[in-house]
């Protein structure tokens, strides 16, 4: 079984609709991301969690919310969605290791497409 | 601030062919560096890392090694397979930043 686990892995949604993607891992580890990737632009870090009760904003927040429910479930919602929030979703863990976060581990994605 | 450039691609390339992507950086201090690869249709997974100046990170072929005077990170392979097109990116450990990724095709 996959250690990093993302639902739904295809939504398809009209704008102004509330969506909810979720992540799950298996690992063990405290640290939690959540990042959109967009042709040409790379990985972008929306929000990220270092343990359940820490939620921070990262580079893209605007528009997007989480929710930590456990160590092991970190839920990503787009209250409102917009065309331009059609992308591929990535969520991701790592260690909470000194020096900052290691090697992350990445689910398989959810491809988010907004008409 | 910190901030990863990669090379530009698409790269396409011919089978046994040389590749070099080019990575340079700029983050606060001299952290570890990691090749992350992405093949089609899934998330990203770790290829190799280098945690200090002068270290060389290596996996499958690849190689990158870490040059502090230069600020670079540069993956190398000599010679390429169909089964490395994939989408590569560098990043620098603990800065939650990626570069925009270099699209790797080989050609058989």
């Known amino acids: 079984d996959a250690d990093v686990t993302q639902t739904p892995r295809n939504r398809i949604t009209k704008t102004g609709k509330r969506i909810m993607l979720e992540c799950s891992q298996t690992?063990?580890?405290?640290?939690m991301y959540w990042y959109r990737q967009d042709p040409g632009l790379g990985l972008r870090l929306i929000y990220y969690s270092f343990d359940v009760k820490d939620i921070n904003k990262g580079e893209i927040s605007d528009g997007y919310s989480v929710s930590r429910q456990a160590q092991a479930k970190f839920s990503l919602s787009l209250e409102s969605a917009i065309p331009n929030q059609t992308a591929l979703y990535f969520c991701?863990?790592?260690?909470?290791?000194?020096?900052?976060?290691?090697?992350?581990?990445f689910g398989p994605g959810t491809r988010l497409t907004v008409l | 601030g910190n901030s990863v450039t990669q090379m530009e691609g698409p790269v396409t390339l011919s089978e046994e062919a040389f590749l070099t992507i080019n990575c340079t950086y700029t983050?606060?201090?001299?952290?570890?560096l990691f090749w992350y690869v992405q093949y089609p249709g899934e998330g990203l997974q770790l290829l190799l890392k280098a945690t200090k100046a002068d270290d060389k990170g290596s996996n499958k072929g690849f190689e990158a090694t870490y040059r502090k005077e230069t600020t670079s990170f540069h993956l190398e392979k000599g010679s390429v397979q169909v089964s490395d097109s994939a989408v590569y990116f560098c990043a620098p450990r603990g800065k939650l930043v990626f570069g925009a990724g270099t699209i790797l095709r080989v050609k058989s």
């Open positions: 690992k063990g580890h405290d640290r």
């Open positions: 991701a863990t790592s260690d909470s290791l000194a020096g900052g976060p290691d090697t992350q581990y």
């Open positions: 983050a606060t201090g001299y952290p570890s």
